[in-house]
Protein backbone atom coordinates (compact mmCIF):
# COMPACT_ATOMS: atom_id res chain seq x y z
CA UNK A 1 0.00 0.00 0.00
CA UNK A 2 2.04 3.61 -1.18
CA UNK A 3 1.67 6.00 1.24
CA UNK A 4 -1.08 7.81 -0.99
CA UNK A 5 -3.42 5.20 -0.98
CA UNK A 6 -7.06 6.25 -0.36
CA UNK A 7 -8.66 2.92 0.45
CA UNK A 8 -6.73 -0.47 1.40
CA UNK A 9 -6.74 -3.68 -0.62
CA UNK A 10 -9.95 -4.70 1.09
CA UNK A 11 -11.61 -1.70 0.97
CA UNK A 12 -11.17 -1.92 -3.15
CA UNK A 13 -12.45 -5.68 -2.89
CA UNK A 14 -15.70 -4.70 -1.35
CA UNK A 15 -16.50 -3.17 -4.84
CA UNK A 16 -14.91 -6.16 -6.91
CA UNK A 17 -17.04 -8.54 -5.60
CA UNK A 18 -15.97 -12.09 -6.71
CA UNK A 19 -12.19 -10.96 -7.49
CA UNK A 20 -9.84 -12.60 -6.26
CA UNK A 21 -5.64 -12.59 -6.49
CA UNK A 22 -5.29 -9.68 -8.19
CA UNK A 23 -3.58 -7.71 -5.35
CA UNK A 24 -1.07 -5.98 -7.67
CA UNK A 25 -3.22 -4.61 -10.72
CA UNK A 26 -5.92 -3.95 -7.97
CA UNK A 27 -3.06 -2.23 -6.04
CA UNK A 28 -1.81 0.01 -8.80
CA UNK A 29 -4.97 1.22 -9.61
CA UNK A 30 -5.34 2.06 -6.24
CA UNK A 31 -2.54 3.76 -5.96
CA UNK A 32 -3.20 5.86 -9.58
CA UNK A 33 -7.39 6.55 -8.13
CA UNK A 34 -5.68 8.00 -4.84
CA UNK A 35 -3.42 10.39 -6.86
CA UNK A 36 -6.03 11.45 -9.25
CA UNK A 37 -8.77 12.07 -7.27
CA UNK A 38 -6.25 14.43 -4.75
CA UNK A 39 -5.18 16.15 -7.90
CA UNK A 40 -8.80 16.73 -8.63
CA UNK A 41 -9.62 17.96 -5.50
CA UNK A 42 -6.22 20.15 -5.21
CA UNK A 43 -5.38 18.64 -1.80
CA UNK A 44 -4.16 15.86 0.22
CA UNK A 45 -6.03 13.85 2.73
CA UNK A 46 -4.50 12.05 5.10
CA UNK A 47 -2.65 13.61 8.68
CA UNK A 48 0.65 15.35 7.73
CA UNK A 49 3.55 17.94 8.52
CA UNK A 50 3.66 20.66 6.50
CA UNK A 51 6.53 23.75 6.18
CA UNK A 52 5.54 26.04 3.58
CA UNK A 53 5.89 29.33 2.52
CA UNK A 54 2.83 31.92 1.87
CA UNK A 55 2.73 35.43 0.42
CA UNK A 56 0.74 37.93 2.80
CA UNK A 57 -2.43 39.21 1.00
CA UNK A 58 -3.54 42.53 3.18
CA UNK A 59 -6.35 40.56 4.27
CA UNK A 60 -7.54 39.63 7.83
CA UNK A 61 -7.78 35.40 6.98
CA UNK A 62 -4.45 33.51 4.80
CA UNK A 63 -5.67 30.75 3.62
CA UNK A 64 -3.57 27.72 3.75
CA UNK A 65 -3.09 25.18 1.41
CA UNK A 66 -4.61 22.11 3.22
CA UNK A 67 -7.29 21.57 5.85
CA UNK A 68 -8.60 20.38 8.27
CA UNK A 69 -6.07 22.03 10.30
CA UNK A 70 -5.48 19.71 13.28
CA UNK A 71 -2.78 22.72 14.76
CA UNK A 72 -0.44 24.93 14.21
CA UNK A 73 3.45 24.11 15.22
CA UNK A 74 4.82 28.07 14.25
CA UNK A 75 4.23 31.16 12.22
CA UNK A 76 7.12 33.12 11.46
CA UNK A 77 7.62 35.96 9.39
CA UNK A 78 10.15 39.00 8.17
CA UNK A 79 13.03 36.68 6.33
CA UNK A 80 16.17 38.24 6.71
CA UNK A 81 19.55 36.96 5.99
CA UNK A 82 21.51 34.58 8.90
CA UNK A 83 24.36 32.90 6.87
CA UNK A 84 26.76 34.85 4.70
CA UNK A 85 29.08 32.66 2.10
CA UNK A 86 31.47 34.13 0.05
CA UNK A 87 34.51 32.62 -1.95
CA UNK A 88 37.33 35.59 -1.75
CA UNK A 89 39.77 33.14 -4.89
CA UNK A 90 38.41 34.40 -7.28
CA UNK A 91 41.74 33.82 -9.15
CA UNK A 92 41.70 30.29 -8.49
CA UNK A 93 37.84 29.77 -8.81
CA UNK A 94 35.83 30.73 -11.61
CA UNK A 95 32.28 29.90 -10.53
CA UNK A 96 31.20 29.51 -6.97
CA UNK A 97 27.60 29.02 -5.89
CA UNK A 98 25.93 28.01 -3.15
CA UNK A 99 22.56 25.72 -2.91
CA UNK A 100 20.44 24.69 0.39
CA UNK A 101 19.10 20.88 -0.13
CA UNK A 102 17.02 18.92 2.55
CA UNK A 103 20.29 17.47 3.82
CA UNK A 104 22.75 20.26 3.83
CA UNK A 105 24.65 23.04 1.97
CA UNK A 106 25.87 21.91 -1.51
CA UNK A 107 28.96 24.01 -2.06
CA UNK A 108 30.21 24.15 -5.72
CA UNK A 109 33.07 25.50 -7.61
CA UNK A 110 35.47 25.58 -10.49
CA UNK A 111 38.87 26.00 -11.12
CA UNK A 112 40.50 25.75 -14.66
CA UNK A 113 37.32 23.66 -15.73
CA UNK A 114 37.46 21.44 -12.94
CA UNK A 115 34.19 21.62 -10.62
CA UNK A 116 34.65 20.32 -7.20
CA UNK A 117 31.34 19.63 -4.93
CA UNK A 118 30.94 19.59 -1.10
CA UNK A 119 28.34 18.67 0.86
CA UNK A 120 27.73 20.03 4.37
CA UNK A 121 25.36 18.08 5.88
CA UNK A 122 22.83 19.35 8.77
CA UNK A 123 23.34 16.01 11.37
CA UNK A 124 27.08 17.00 11.09
CA UNK A 125 26.50 20.22 11.88
CA UNK A 126 23.50 20.89 14.10
CA UNK A 127 23.75 24.84 14.22
CA UNK A 128 24.48 27.98 11.97
CA UNK A 129 27.89 28.74 13.60
CA UNK A 130 28.77 25.15 12.99
CA UNK A 131 27.78 25.29 9.45
CA UNK A 132 29.32 28.57 8.56
CA UNK A 133 32.78 27.37 10.18
CA UNK A 134 32.45 23.74 8.27
CA UNK A 135 32.43 26.44 5.27
CA UNK A 136 35.86 28.23 6.29
CA UNK A 137 37.46 24.64 6.99
CA UNK A 138 37.14 24.10 3.48
CA UNK A 139 39.44 26.52 2.33
CA UNK A 140 39.69 26.82 -1.24
CA UNK A 141 38.77 30.46 -0.51
CA UNK A 142 35.44 29.36 1.02
CA UNK A 143 34.23 31.56 4.24
CA UNK A 144 31.33 31.92 6.08
CA UNK A 145 29.87 34.18 8.67
CA UNK A 146 26.80 34.58 10.79
CA UNK A 147 24.73 37.39 10.63
CA UNK A 148 23.84 39.75 13.12
CA UNK A 149 25.29 41.22 16.21
CA UNK A 150 26.33 39.98 19.83
CA UNK A 151 22.58 40.27 20.65
CA UNK A 152 21.14 38.21 18.12
CA UNK A 153 20.89 34.07 18.59
CA UNK A 154 20.98 33.49 14.79
CA UNK A 155 24.42 31.39 15.29
CA UNK A 156 22.59 28.75 17.65
CA UNK A 157 19.48 28.27 15.40
CA UNK A 158 19.52 24.86 13.99
CA UNK A 159 20.97 24.60 10.35
CA UNK A 160 18.15 22.41 9.18
CA UNK A 161 15.61 25.28 9.53
CA UNK A 162 17.08 26.56 6.12
CA UNK A 163 15.55 24.56 4.45
CA UNK A 164 11.86 24.64 3.30
CA UNK A 165 10.30 21.46 1.75
CA UNK A 166 8.59 22.88 -1.38
CA UNK A 167 5.15 22.90 -1.18
CA UNK A 168 4.54 21.51 -5.36
CA UNK A 169 6.82 18.79 -6.92
CA UNK A 170 9.10 16.58 -5.24
CA UNK A 171 11.92 18.51 -5.61
CA UNK A 172 14.87 18.88 -2.75
CA UNK A 173 16.49 22.59 -2.61
CA UNK A 174 14.76 25.21 -1.45
CA UNK A 175 17.73 28.10 -1.68
CA UNK A 176 19.85 28.24 -4.70
CA UNK A 177 22.31 27.98 -6.49
CA UNK A 178 23.13 31.38 -5.31
CA UNK A 179 26.73 32.95 -6.66
CA UNK A 180 29.22 33.44 -4.54
CA UNK A 181 32.45 33.99 -6.44
CA UNK A 182 33.55 37.28 -4.96
CA UNK A 183 30.34 38.02 -3.49
CA UNK A 184 27.87 37.08 -0.92
CA UNK A 185 25.53 34.70 -1.08
CA UNK A 186 22.82 35.32 1.34
CA UNK A 187 21.05 32.47 2.90
CA UNK A 188 17.26 33.43 4.69
CA UNK A 189 15.35 32.46 7.29
CA UNK A 190 12.10 33.45 8.69
CA UNK A 191 12.88 34.57 12.32
CA UNK A 192 10.43 36.22 13.88
CA UNK A 193 7.39 34.72 15.60
CA UNK A 194 3.83 35.97 15.08
CA UNK A 195 2.06 36.29 18.38
CA UNK A 196 -1.32 37.34 17.20
CA UNK A 197 -3.18 34.67 15.49
CA UNK A 198 -5.96 32.20 15.77
CA UNK A 199 -6.72 29.24 13.11
CA UNK A 200 -10.24 27.92 11.87
CA UNK A 201 -9.61 24.23 11.42
CA UNK A 202 -11.83 24.43 8.30
CA UNK A 203 -8.50 25.86 6.79
CA UNK A 204 -7.36 29.67 7.58
CA UNK A 205 -5.29 31.59 9.91
CA UNK A 206 -7.06 35.16 11.12
CA UNK A 207 -4.88 37.78 12.37
CA UNK A 208 -6.43 38.34 16.04
CA UNK A 209 -6.03 40.12 19.44
CA UNK A 210 -4.15 40.52 21.66
CA UNK A 211 -1.51 41.80 19.22
CA UNK A 212 2.19 41.94 20.32
CA UNK A 213 3.99 42.37 16.47
CA UNK A 214 4.45 45.90 16.35
CA UNK A 215 7.15 44.71 13.10
CA UNK A 216 4.22 44.38 10.71
CA UNK A 217 2.63 47.07 8.96
CA UNK A 218 -0.14 48.39 9.98
CA UNK A 219 -0.98 45.92 13.10
CA UNK A 220 -4.13 48.14 14.16
CA UNK A 221 -5.98 46.74 10.91
CA UNK A 222 -4.91 43.17 11.62
CA UNK A 223 -4.22 41.76 7.96
CA UNK A 224 -1.83 39.59 6.72
CA UNK A 225 0.96 42.47 5.27
CA UNK A 226 1.49 42.05 1.40
CA UNK A 227 5.14 40.19 0.36
CA UNK A 228 6.58 37.71 -1.73
CA UNK A 229 6.80 34.74 1.15
CA UNK A 230 6.91 36.46 3.85
CA UNK A 231 5.27 34.05 5.75
CA UNK A 232 6.48 30.42 7.22
CA UNK A 233 3.66 28.27 8.35
CA UNK A 234 4.86 25.09 10.07
CA UNK A 235 1.43 23.18 10.53
CA UNK A 236 -0.43 20.03 10.39
CA UNK A 237 -3.36 19.15 9.08
CA UNK A 238 -5.73 16.37 6.93
CA UNK A 239 -8.22 13.49 8.59
CA UNK A 240 -7.04 10.83 11.03
CA UNK A 241 -9.83 8.94 9.31
CA UNK A 242 -10.59 9.18 5.08
CA UNK A 243 -14.04 10.38 4.86
CA UNK A 244 -16.57 7.57 3.42
CA UNK A 245 -17.60 9.62 0.25
CA UNK A 246 -13.55 9.62 -0.81
CA UNK A 247 -13.11 6.01 -0.04
CA UNK A 248 -16.24 5.02 -1.75
CA UNK A 249 -15.21 7.25 -4.54
CA UNK A 250 -11.69 5.50 -5.03
CA UNK A 251 -13.33 2.48 -4.68
CA UNK A 252 -15.93 2.77 -6.90
CA UNK A 253 -13.11 4.72 -9.78
CA UNK A 254 -10.87 1.42 -8.90
CA UNK A 255 -13.87 -0.97 -9.84
CA UNK A 256 -14.45 0.81 -12.99
CA UNK A 257 -10.58 0.64 -13.99
CA UNK A 258 -10.22 -2.85 -13.38
CA UNK A 259 -13.31 -4.02 -15.34
CA UNK A 260 -11.84 -1.75 -18.46
CA UNK A 261 -8.60 -3.64 -17.67
CA UNK A 262 -10.00 -6.96 -18.47
CA UNK A 263 -11.33 -5.69 -21.37
CA UNK A 264 -8.55 -3.82 -22.73
CA UNK A 265 -5.00 -4.87 -20.40
CA UNK A 266 -3.04 -2.18 -22.12
CA UNK A 267 -4.98 0.91 -19.68
CA UNK A 268 -2.65 -0.82 -17.34
CA UNK A 269 1.41 -0.15 -17.92
CA UNK A 270 3.38 -3.53 -17.88
CA UNK A 271 6.86 -1.55 -18.69
CA UNK A 272 8.85 -2.29 -16.44
CA UNK A 273 7.52 -6.82 -17.09
CA UNK A 274 6.70 -6.13 -21.02
CA UNK A 275 6.21 -10.21 -21.70
CA UNK A 276 4.04 -11.90 -19.75
CA UNK A 277 4.69 -9.58 -16.58
CA UNK A 278 2.54 -7.96 -13.96
CA UNK A 279 1.46 -4.38 -13.98
CA UNK A 280 2.84 -2.24 -11.42
CA UNK A 281 1.45 1.23 -12.59
CA UNK A 282 -1.29 3.05 -14.28
CA UNK A 283 -1.09 5.11 -17.32
CA UNK A 284 -2.93 8.37 -17.08
CA UNK A 285 -4.74 8.90 -20.04
CA UNK A 286 -7.22 6.38 -18.06
CA UNK A 287 -7.53 9.01 -15.12
CA UNK A 288 -7.95 12.29 -17.33
CA UNK A 289 -11.13 13.16 -14.95
CA UNK A 290 -13.27 11.27 -12.45
CA UNK A 291 -16.34 9.94 -14.00
CA UNK A 292 -19.55 12.17 -13.62
CA UNK A 293 -21.29 10.03 -11.20
CA UNK A 294 -18.41 10.39 -8.78
CA UNK A 295 -18.12 14.49 -8.79
CA UNK A 296 -20.80 13.94 -6.58
CA UNK A 297 -18.86 12.47 -4.26
CA UNK A 298 -15.44 14.96 -4.50
CA UNK A 299 -17.30 18.08 -5.37
CA UNK A 300 -17.69 18.51 -1.83
CA UNK A 301 -13.94 17.79 -1.06
CA UNK A 302 -12.81 20.23 -4.05
CA UNK A 303 -10.52 22.94 -3.24
CA UNK A 304 -12.10 26.06 -4.41
CA UNK A 305 -9.64 28.03 -6.20
CA UNK A 306 -10.66 32.14 -6.15
Known sequence: MAAKDLITLDRAYLNLQGVTGADQVVGALITAVSDAIQKYCRRDFYVRNYDELYDGNGQHRLVLRQYPIQSVKSVRYRPVTVLKIINNSTTLNQQARVAVASTGLTLSRTASGVTTTNALAFGSYVTLTALANAVTALGNGWSGQIVGDTNSDYGLWSSADLYVPPSFGDGTTSQGNLTA???????????????????????????????????LLHPE???????IGNFRIQYTAGYTTIPESIQEAC???????YYAYLRNPSIVSTATAPTGGTATSVTYSALAAPPNHLRTLLDAYRRQIV
Open 221 to 227: DLIWPPG
Open 251 to 257: ASWTEQL
Open 181 to 215: RGQFAELKLHTYELAGYQFDPRGWLLRAIPYSDPE
